[in-house]
Every structure is written in C-alpha cells, then in structure tokens.
C-alpha cells in the first residue's frame, strides 16, 4: 500500500490526509485513516470532526444533512455499536445527569425547519456552481444560528438522550443537544464524546 509506505517514514498510530482542496469534504474511519481538507473555512472543524471518527469510533450524531448512506425513516433501530448514539431513549447506555428527562425534550420541530431552508440553500449553491466562500458564508451564518438555538435550550450542557442522530431523526438518540459529531458550532466534544476520546488515549498510553 503506497500511503502506509509514505506515512511509515515516522513512527504513528493514527493518519490524517490533508488534501489541498477549497471544497468542504472529508471522511474519517475508526481504525483506517481520516481525510479533511485544508482550505475550507472550516477544515479546522472538518479536521477535528473525522479524527473522532477515525481515533474513538465516533458516529455522526447529525441527521439533517444530505449523506450517501441509506436512512430507513423507521422509529425502530438496531443498537449502534458507537459510543455515542443510542437506540435506547428511556434507558441509553451513558450515564446521564440527574434531573433529566429520558428522552430529553428540545425543540426539534425548529431546529429542523432552519436546517433543512439552510440544506435547500446548500444543494443550490453547489447546482449553480457558486464560489466555495459562499458555502463558507452559509455555513457560518448556520452556525451563528446553532449554537444561539442549541445553547438556549433548556438542557444545553446536559447529558440525556436528545432523539435525532446518525442520519435518523426518529429511534437514535444523542447525548447532548450539541456537540461537534453534531453541528459546526463550536462547543467541542460533548461529555460522552470525551469520555470515549479518553478510553482510548488511555488504551494507548497506559503501560
Ligand atoms: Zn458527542
């Protein structure tokens, strides 16, 4: 394999290819390799995003946006085996916080019409051809949006299981209303991202 022989000139344990593109895109698969472009607005984003995927096995908790994987539009769903999204609302395999309503309410219905008039947007810009800043523009107009919405329900910061994840807005759940496997916003991982970053930093480091 030509990459691995070009990447095993340095000792590593993880790959990300940086590919000179102005085009938003990349890719990241747990235990394989994650790919991002740089001259996106966003690649730094994009960057941190895929390497989830690719080093702790961490689904896209998104589900409002055009992918090429097949959705069932079921309420009904096997168990996913990331670490981060549940089949399971009521009873979810995290450990939430005390107080919390499972499922936990947030205003779905309106983060979904924003998201799919900003998806309508999207699919026109790229059909006209439009300039890659005006993609830019887009999103960073989206993300203003986002993060105000998310960050003003009222159980932003919260460990719970919010329905709408891994490209189904019914039957998976997430663990926090925001999180970068989420949104473009910039918050971070959420706290059962972390904890499954941290599983394998210590699988790595510990003697
Ligand atoms: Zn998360």
């Not at 990300?16 to 102005?22: F, G």
């Not at 790919?35 to 390497?51: G, L």
């Not at 085996?81 to 395999?93: F, I, L």
């Not at 329905?163 to 999180?179: I, K, N, T």
């Amino acid at each position: 394999h030509r990459m691995r022989d070009v990447a095993s000139s340095a000792p590593y344990d993880f790959l990300e290819i940086l590919v000179n593109e102005k085009q938003y895109g990349g890719g990241g698969i747990f235990n394989d390799q994650a790919t991002a472009c740089v001259d996106s607005a966003f690649s730094e984003y994009i960057f941190v995003h895929e390497f989830g995927h690719h080093f702790a096995a961490l689904a896209d908790e998104y589900y409002t946006s055009p992918v090429s994987y097949e959705t069932t539009g079921g309420t009904e769903h096997p168990e996913p085996w990331e670490p981060n999204v549940t089949a399971n609302g009521p009873h979810p395999k995290w450990t939430t916080d005390p107080d919390v309503p499972l499922p936990t309410p947030w205003e779905k219905d309106e983060f979904e019409r924003h998201s799919h008039a900003y998806q309508a947007e999207r699919a026109r810009l790229r059909a006209s051809n439009a300039p890659e800043s005006q993609m830019d523009k887009l999103f960073t107009d989206q993300r203003t949006w986002e993060t105000k919405f998310l960050g003003s329900q009222k159980y932003a910061g919260k460990i719970g299981a919010f329905e709408g994840a891994e490209y189904e807005p019914r039957g998976l759940y997430r663990p926090e209303v925001d999180c970068i496997m989420f949104t473009r916003d910039e918050v971070g991982f959420c706290r059962v991202c972390r904890k499954a970053i941290e599983r394998i930093i210590d699988a790595y480091s510990s003697p």
